[in-house]
């Protein structure tokens, strides 16, 4: 039997009658492995099917549509269900998931049902291929017309793991791209607009600064003529608008490093990070230990220690019967303390949390304020009682008191700090001056009286190698003092009040201050050494909500501060 091309309107008729979609049993036993459709003759369509039982019968198109019958199993196996149908568009029948093996090389074509659902209107065949450049799907028959263009095989891509693999991978990257690119625009939009505030303050900064000199600028022009000559009137105003532009220009840069420190502020000054509330009462004083230890005293007569990164207490102390004024660590690395009872205790740090009382120092007669050691083996101390005291350490390794300096002034001195291995000073509480000793002699040196404030009670900081900055609790700024020749030659009016002033590592002032807001505040001040001034440069307001008695640097990313709050604050 010779097989011949069916023309259009055959196949058309054909197709109209026979959708390979419904799937025909045999005639006889109703099991089908194979179906073909052929044109005999006079082109006219013909079946010719083979079951599985040998069944094998070639009889018309139309007479058998009239027999056959829908259902839904394998055409080779007549087992699997519908769900499981793949589609060989070469051989024209359908097969299941285990007879797809007898179907596989490239005479063949398959396609799965359930991803490739949808048949070709026009030859009634499942799709097998898209073609690129006219986004379609595309049969067995239709490709051939799509010749000149980009295919792809639809089967290919459905049964190749790699490609799938490659996709959900795309997918993943694809997705995480966009959740970056959503986390930059919201940085972004944050960005803006903060540029966007920052921008309206300096835009508004500079309308007033052009204001300013626009009306210096119409009132120089309203004197030219009585302060002038008519014949050098352009020359004098043009040096003049030249001279005002370079004012301007100068000013508005100033001003714009002033708004820089202010965008930075927050982010200069360290956060707070940790609060302890150890102490039940006023705190003091809070010292550094050599090996990074954190030490406090307070009105409850606590003595704490903290341990070193983690600041938690490691050891309290309970040794003296009032309020602790100071506490430091000697250089033997025994602690002193001083106290409202008296006295002066050496504390030796033991291991294991403990400790033990090496001395009580006695002999004074009010509250003692200060203790500092002055030279190897010997201390000085201040107090209430008009005295200043030296004590040196004997045979029996305990400290005596071998000399008393009684001030005459009306009030005592409460400070007193350490200039050199030659000198130290002494500040007083209510008689306004400063008084310079030599720590050989102890012979008075120089006293300076031109700081007439009356202080409740004051600090001081050697700023260089000859520069003394003092400051007070009334003193409204601070005081500048030559070493070497004893002067004062500077008052920098400054916060209300100071409560404290050290230098940190890289060289800034760290003060604790009152502002004239009534703010309780902690700031950093950059010390000028050839025009001998103190700039404030980063300032972190209400730190405490009271005064705060001291504030240390306890290395370069960490302050800590002590005050009447109860509560000593940590800065990271």
């Known amino acids: 039997m010779t097989e011949k091309n069916p023309s259009s309107n055959d196949k058309e008729n054909t197709k109209n009658k026979f959708n390979l979609n419904d799937i025909p049993r045999c005639l006889k036993c109703s099991l089908i492995c194979s179906i073909k459709l052929d044109y005999v003759g006079n082109l006219e369509p013909r079946i010719i099917y083979e079951c599985e039982k040998g069944h094998s019968e070639n009889v018309s198109l139309e007479e058998y549509m009239k027999n056959y019958n829908k259902f839904s199993l394998c055409s080779n196996c007549c087992k699997s269900k519908k769900e499981d149908y793949f589609y060989c568009s070469v051989c024209k029948v359908f097969i299941c998931l285990s007879c797809i093996k007898n179907h596989k090389g490239e005479s063949h074509s398959i396609s799965d049902i359930k991803r490739y659902d949808s048949l070709c209107i026009k030859d009634n065949n499942l799709f097998s291929f898209y073609c690129i450049e006219c986004r379609k799907n595309l049969c067995i028959y239709c490709q051939k017309n799509h010749r000149t263009h980009e295919l792809i095989n639809l089967s290919e891509i459905y049964y190749s793991n790699n490609s799938k693999l490659r996709l959900k991978e795309e997918i993943k990257n694809i997705e995480k791209k966009i959740e970056e690119l959503d986390k930059i625009e919201e940085n972004i939009k944050c960005e803006i607009k903060k540029l966007k505030e920052s921008t309206k303050l300096e835009i508004q900064c500079l309308n007033i600064l052009i204001k300013t000199y626009e009306y210096e600028e119409n009132k120089r022009n309203l004197n030219y003529n009585v302060i002038l000559n008519l014949k050098n009137f352009d020359k004098v105003f043009r040096a003049n608008k030249i001279q005002l532009y370079e004012r301007l220009y100068n000013d508005s840069s100033k001003l714009l490093n002033i708004l820089k420190n202010c965008k930075n502020f927050n982010s200069s000054f360290p956060n707070n990070s940790k609060i302890l509330t150890n102490h039940t009462s006023c705190i003091n004083h809070i010292s550094k230990l050599s090996d990074g230890r954190l030490i406090s005293c307070a009105d409850d007569y606590l003595i704490n220690i903290y341990k070193k990164n983690t600041y938690d207490l490691e050891l309290s102390i309970k040794e003296h019967t009032h309020n602790i004024y100071y506490i430091s660590e000697l250089k033997d690395g025994r602690i002193i303390s001083c106290s409202r009872d008296k006295t002066i205790k050496i504390i030796k740090l ?196 009271k005064v705060i008695n001291s504030c240390i640097e306890l290395n370069r990313k960490t302050i800590a501060s002590s005050s009447e709050d109860s509560t000593i604050k940590l800065w990271e």
């Open 350 to 545: 033991l291991d294991d949390n403990k400790y033990q009382i090496d001395q009580t120092l006695l002999g004074h007669s009010n509250y003692v304020y200060k203790a500092i050691e002055i030279k190897k083996n010997e201390l000085i101390s201040i107090s209430y009682d008009k005295t200043m005291k030296l004590w040196k350490l004997n045979q029996e390794q305990k400290f005596q008191n071998i000399l008393t300096i009684f001030f005459q002034d009306r009030n005592s001195y409460c400070n007193i700090l350490k200039i050199s291995e030659n000198e130290f000073v002494t500040s007083s509480c209510s008689d306004y001056c400063i008084k310079f000793w030599n720590s050989n002699n102890f012979l008075n040196l120089a006293t300076i009286n031109e700081i007439s404030i009356e202080w409740t009670y004051n600090t001081m900081c050697v700023l260089d190698n000859n520069i003394l900055c003092v400051g007070g609790s009334e003193s409204k700024g601070f005081y500048l003092i030559n070493i070497s020749l004893h002067q004062l030659i500077k008052n920098i009016i400054g916060p209300k009040k100071i409560y404290s002033i050290t230098k940190c590592i890289d060289g800034l002032v760290l003060c604790s201050i009152l502002d004239e807001n009534g703010c309780y505040n902690i700031a950093k001040y950059e010390y000028d050494f050839e025009k001998k001034n103190l700039t404030k440069k980063v300032e972190m307001k209400n730190a405490h909500n």
